[in-house]
């Protein structure tokens, strides 16, 4: 599997290594959810720099994530969109509304403590 | 963060993608078409040699001015060509007789018409020389080949002059009329051959003068979009104000190659300087369309993709009224009435993102 | 069939082939147009628009029909050059193109096979469908040779 997962505190951290076909898509998803549950994870953070390519398939995988941990009560960010895909994505025009973003790591575990301290007021 | 759905971005720009496929494939059959003429015009001289002699006699029997001019506009297919032909080479020879005298009174007309002024009038002389051989050429053979690339070979010297257009159009309508004189004055006695001349002369006259004009437009053009480019490369930079807040001051002309060009830069630099926010100023920038207002709207949406926000700041009224008017969705940009305002927002948002990042986690940059 | 495609590679090397069985030849697929994309001097962000664009035909092949072909190659006319992509599959085609290709402004896309989004991405957008014969799509990016072709492409895109 090209995603390493970990833990951090209440947060799982899982960072792609490389390039996914969509089995290891599906894959990542599957783990997440069960991980979310396994160690009642708060918050997961999807690191996707090594992604080339976030297409139609991989940003309706990571909604699905968003909106299955949601219901397990854990609140996902991604980070990392490459510029280039970043520019895909918008001319793409993919239907990206519940995915919530962040620079890096750093952004992105702030970001969580906010939400899941219920301090969301503003949607970031 | 909070996402919406990404509609109104580039919804045209698709659709005219798609027609533009057919678009380009025209333009490439026109321009073959226009390098070709000089052959058809040949092939239809030979072509219509059988009509020739049916339409010369038509006209003995009538010649008036008029007739000739209808026949003119009735275009070229219906011209005797043979006749054309051999006319064609009269008149370029009688040209050529009177090459130095007619030259002299073309390079006269063009001091007194006050063109060319930058330029001393020995090199006035220099060019004309080339200009009446190459127009000499032309006339005869029919192809404008020769001529096109001394056009812009003379383009090229003196568009760095401040050459104007009006000047080179006005240099070549005077040749075609000062050589048109000296043919109304030899062939004054006989208006029908006259008017069988100038037949010959006109289009083949008027075909110089598109080639001149259009090669030194041409020239021109390619010669300001260099300078275009060159000045773009300068005038995009994205600066750092503070830590992870980034400006970015747009001046001049947006074009999409450009906003292209912006967002690639702006989405480099989220991610070398981690920044957070990002101020778009638009005080410079005169005016907008569609295409890259949208250019606009995507570059805000790919920032957040990234993880930074973007504010918007100095829209004109003008700019503002044509947003609104095109419709652009401008519902997930934040706009801040001036730089001013826009950065203050902007240390409001950073600094909060940096206390709640760096207090609560710690975690390494 | 990864054999065959790289045997294609080698033997013309304007031209690179890559069967389409299941998802893992998709990363192939990807990673062969951003080559190309790179060799063909496309700048940045264009290799990744392109290698997102086949990413959503070629899936299409390995959800719908199961097995079929990506042909990369280059192309050049007379102001532009670029690179093609042709997506063949011998399935029982798509019966309402139309509908695939419209647009389908929440974002989701007409039936759901991604091409108005590929279509968003590339310069030109062919499509091809019938049941006898099965689904060819082809599409284009372009490269100007010179900023004055561009700018024309440009204006002639705004009138």
Redesign the interface.
Known sequence: MSVAILRQGDYLIASIQSDLSDSEVIELRHQLTELVGRHRSRGIVIDVAALEVIDSFVTRALRSIVLTARLRGAETVIVGIHPDVAIAMVQFRLNLEPLRVALDLDAATALLDRLTQGDARDGR | ???????A???E??D??????A??DE??DR?AESRATADEESDQRTESRAAADEESDQRTEDHPASEASDRRTDGRAARPSEEADSLLQELVAYLRECRSELREEWARRISEAELLGVMSDEEIFSEATEVYDNYMDALETGSTETLETYARELSERIIPRGVETHEVIGIVLLLRDVLARSLFAKYQQDLDLLNRILDSYEPAANRVAVTVGVSFV?ER??VI??QQ?AMRELSTPVLQLRDRLLLLPIIGVL???RARQL??QL??S??EN???VVVIDITGVASI?R?VANHLV?TV????????STILTGLSSEIAQTLVDLDVDLGMMKTVGDLQGGLVEAERLAGY?GR??SD??G?E? | MEDEARAGEQGRADEVRVAINDDADLVTARAEARAMAQRLGFPRPDPTLIATAISEVARNIVVHVGRGEIVLKPFEDADRYGLEVIAIDKGPGIRDVEAALRVDYSGRGGLGLGLPGARRLMDEFEIASDADTGTTVKMKKWRFRDELARLREERRRRA
């Open positions: 963060m909070d996402q919406e759905p990404y509609q971005a580039a919804d720009e698709s005219r993608r798609a027609e533009s496929r678009t380009a333009e490439s321009r041409e053009e390619r979009h260099e480019e074009d999409s190659a967002t690639e989405l480099g989220i991610q981690r920044a957070t369309d295409t995507q949406e790919a920032s957040r993709l990234m993880g930074a993102w709640d990042g609560s986690i975690v940059n």
